[in-house]
């Protein structure tokens, strides 16, 4: 076997494995391109809909929402049924989701859509994992999930990048509409390409399922319209954090629920022994919470604050989409020759300093460079994290465990970004609530006399709409002189970009506390390089509690 050529562990009818990998990377693609992506396109769906940050925080948190609750059952789909039609029919769903959301013609009927969307992810995402792993020989599996790590992190830095070029040049509906040619490539690919590979009798746990999906959308609403509903009652006897506290005890229930059923649960607890599993699980719920926290709010500051277009403030992070699709090959064959623990530690000690960077950078009049320059560090980091996090969480799974293996991984990774949309919303909601009218406060002071409570209390609630055009609330006269209503517009925009800067910096902030949980928890990793088992056929059957 040589270096170049290596042997498939199934039969691929003389093809390399490397084979498989353009189905795989273009539906992967596609998927991490679309957790990213709609953040660009906020300015311009909230002007097409006339709606808030909340409801069209939405439009990300549905596709996060299903998406990472349905991983769990997908992965023992793609045990049961085989990985090959599985991942197809995700594509499938995936494609006619994305042409639905381009049509919708309300922000309801957009995250409906967006919803079916996440639901042909997690139909695909776990398939992509599975079939490295079952295919690709032990050596070469670092390689192959190096390729599938740049892969996801060129696609989520890049959604952005593409986001912006596609709402300027030809409206926020292609940010969809892009998905379906690459679909049809994928399937052509995934029908010619992808093996038939031998499947495993699975029991569904149904009532798993539904606690899962239950207590994640309890938790995820709660937080995200916590501010809509000031953090007080919602309707009758049912307040926000009743809302919270249920979805807590739902997901302790479903905690509950699979220790019960042992070796046939939706997430088998057993796969939790392992230590760098477990904490593998934890880095990956902390990289997407970061990247989510990161792109949504700075995103908005581009655009809002600075005046760039959707485009320009897209190429801000080119240069770290760039950087990290061509560190991350390197950090996946790097992983297979020393322990993959410090390459990981080392990419989340770069993205917490270059997040750290880029928030104390964050002011009204800051010079583009600032944002830039840490963003290429931010992409040597997130290039780093991927593919390495993936040999560790995979390590030991062979056959009967990888499909189970591969879900519970994905499934806590996307936790973290769904939960990690819901408390960046809730949070920038919540600081631009204080910091646009205490900056209304300050300007004030520079005001006639006259004016500074009027034009305190139009800022009042300023915050809990989206902050978009220089006067802010305030509403003027046409008595007021045009020398004092000139002043008074001034004094508004200021008072707007500074809070909003001001919320958004804090908002970042907030990242970089879970950024370093990642590091902490890869610091913890056992050492020694990364082995991965070979497969149930190359090595003998091993207890469910040991398979990784």
Not at 132 to 148: D, E, N, S, Y
């Amino acid at each position: 076997m040589t270096s170049e050529s290596p042997k498939a562990l199934v039969d691929l009818h003389g093809r390399s494995p490397w084979s498989i990998l353009p189905a795989l990377c273009l539906g992967f693609f596609m998927i991490m391109v679309d957790t990213t992506i709609v953040n660009i396109a906020i300015p311009s769906l909230v002007t097409a809909f006339d709606a808030d940050l909340t409801a069209v925080g939405w439009v990300n948190s549905a596709y996060l929402l299903t998406f990472a609750t349905l991983l769990l059952v997908t992965g023992r789909l793609g045990d049961r049924f085989g990985p090959r039609p599985i991942f197809m029919l995700g594509l499938l769903v995936f494609t006619l989701a994305s042409l639905a959301c381009g049509l919708s013609g309300t922000i309801g009927l957009l995250i409906a859509a967006r919803a079916v969307q996440g639901i042909g992810a997690a139909l695909m995402t776990p398939q992509t994992m599975s079939l490295i792993t079952r295919v690709f020989p032990p050596q070469k599996r670092g390689a192959a999930l190096g390729i599938w790590g740049a892969v996801a992190g060129v696609a989520t830095i890049a959604g952005p990048v593409l986001g912006g070029i596609l709402v300027e040049s030809a409206g926020w509906q292609w940010i969809f509409y892009i998905n379906i040619p690459v679909a049809v490539v994928a399937l052509w690919f995934a029908s010619t390409r992808l093996p038939t590979l031998p499947t495993a009798n699975r029991t569904f746990d149904g009532l798993g399922v539904l606690l899962s999906v239950g207590g994640m959308f309890l938790l995820v609403f709660g937080i995200q319209e916590g501010a809509t509903y000031d953090w007080g009652t919602i309707t009758g006897p049912i307040t926000v954090w009743r809302v919270i506290g249920a979805g807590v005890l739902v997901l302790v229930g479903f905690v509950l629920w699979q220790r019960h059923l042992k070796a046939d649960a939706l997430l088998p607890l057993s796969l939790f022994h392992s230590r760098n599993f477990s904490l593998s699980n934890v880095a990956g719920a902390a990289v997407t919470f970061g990247l989510t926290g990161i792109f949504f709010p700075l995103t908005l500051f581009l655009q809002e604050v600075l005046g760039l277009s959707p485009l320009h403030a897209a190429l801000v992070g080119l240069p770290g989409s760039l950087v990290s699709g061509f560190v991350a090959p390197f950090a996946g064959r790097l992983s297979d020759r020393v322990a993959a623990k410090w390459v990981v530690a080392t990419g989340f000690l770069l993205v917490s300093v270059s997040v750290f960077l880029m928030a104390i950078a964050i002011v009204p009049d800051v010079a583009i460079w600032r944002i830039m320059l840490p963003n290429v560090l931010f992409g040597v980091g997130v290039g780093c994290l991927f593919s390495p996090l993936a040999s560790l969480a995979t390590s030991g799974l062979d056959q009967r465990t990888a499909g189970a293996g591969a879900g519970a991984f994905n499934t806590t990774r996307q936790i973290g970004g769904v939960i990690g949309s819901a408390v960046i919303v809730a949070l920038l909601t919540s600081r631009l609530a204080a910091t646009i009218p205490a900056a209304a406060r300050e300007q004030a002071a520079n005001l006639p006399e006259g004016f500074r409570q009027s034009f305190i209390d139009g800022f009042a609630n300023a915050g809990g709409a989206f902050a978009n055009g220089s006067a802010g609330g305030v509403q003027l006269p046409d008595s007021v002189p045009a020398d004092v209503a000139a002043q008074i517009h001034a004094a508004a925009t200021t008072a707007v970009h500074s809070g909003f800067a001001t919320a958004v910096m804090q908002t970042i902030m907030a990242t970089v506390v879970v950024l370093m949980l990642g590091f902490v928890a890869s610091i913890a990793m056992k050492g020694g390089r990364t082995h991965h088992a070979a497969s149930a056929e190359a090595a003998p059957p091993v207890p469910a509690a040991s398979a990784v």
